[in-house]
């Protein structure tokens, strides 16, 4: 797993006892994978990077998952200037295994059980999970661990990506 992205921002990792920051979390991870990958010394990384930051120093623990995405997106378009515009797709209408998209979405899972209570994020073929320290491949398998009962589908997803369609054209 050493060769797999690190989810930067985890929960309970090395003993700490932060709880049910996950959408934030997940997503502060996301962007800096995402710094990461455009360069440190590129203006789209700093940018990436910045925006993670912002998300874990303005996380909110879970209440309602709808309100916090709200919030997560807010924050996030309030800090990207120009460079971001969100895209959202509400109750199952994401197919997250058959529409992989290169650019941090945050999703809220629906459980086997009709669960919404757990929330990653993906870039491209990566899942960052704020419960473990490393992302994990995307593929009905992540999904279900992901979920104690299993993945039913995407109950509330939103994507950020690129307005310049340079930046956007790199990665499609």
């Given at each position: 797993?050493?060769?797999?992205?690190?989810?930067r921002?985890?929960?309970?990792?090395?003993?700490?006892t932060?709880?049910?920051?996950?959408?934030?979390n997940?997503m502060a991870?996301?962007?800096?994978?995402?710094?990461?990958?455009?360069?440190?010394?590129?203006?789209?990384?700093?940018?990436?990077?910045?925006i993670?930051?912002?998300?874990y120093?303005?996380?909110m623990?879970?209440?309602?998952s709808?309100?916090?995405?709200?919030?997560l997106?807010?924050?996030?378009?309030?800090n990207?200037?120009?460079?971001?515009?969100?895209?959202?797709w509400?109750?199952?209408?994401l197919?997250?295994?058959?529409n992989?998209?290169?650019?941090?979405?945050?999703?809220?899972?629906?459980?086997?059980?009709?669960?919404?209570?757990?929330?990653?994020?993906?870039?491209?073929?990566?899942?960052?999970?704020?419960?473990?320290?490393?992302a994990?491949?995307?593929c009905?398998?992540?999904?279900?661990?992901?979920?104690?009962?299993?993945?039913?589908?995407?109950?509330v997803?939103?994507?950020?990506?690129p307005?310049s369609?340079?930046?956007?054209?790199?990665?499609?």
């Amino acid at each position: 797993m050493s060769h797999w992205p690190e989810t930067r921002y985890a929960e309970n990792i090395n003993g700490a006892t932060e709880t049910r920051y996950c959408l934030f979390n997940a997503m502060a991870s996301a962007f800096y994978y995402c710094g990461e990958r455009e360069g440190k010394s590129s203006w789209e990384g700093w940018v990436f990077k910045r925006i993670a930051d912002i998300l874990y120093k303005n996380r909110m623990k879970s209440q309602n998952s709808l309100k916090q995405m709200e919030m997560l997106e807010k924050i996030i378009l309030d800090n990207a200037g120009e460079a971001l515009q969100s895209q959202k797709w509400s109750k199952k209408k994401l197919d997250i295994l058959g529409n992989v998209c290169n650019w941090p979405t945050s999703v809220i899972l629906l459980a086997k059980d009709k669960g919404v209570q757990h929330a990653v994020s993906i870039v491209g073929n990566w899942v960052f999970d704020s419960s473990i320290k490393n992302a994990m491949p995307l593929c009905r398998d992540t999904l279900d661990w992901c979920c104690v009962s299993g993945f039913e589908a995407a109950h509330v997803s939103i994507c950020f990506v690129p307005k310049s369609k340079k930046l956007w054209k790199k990665y499609v």
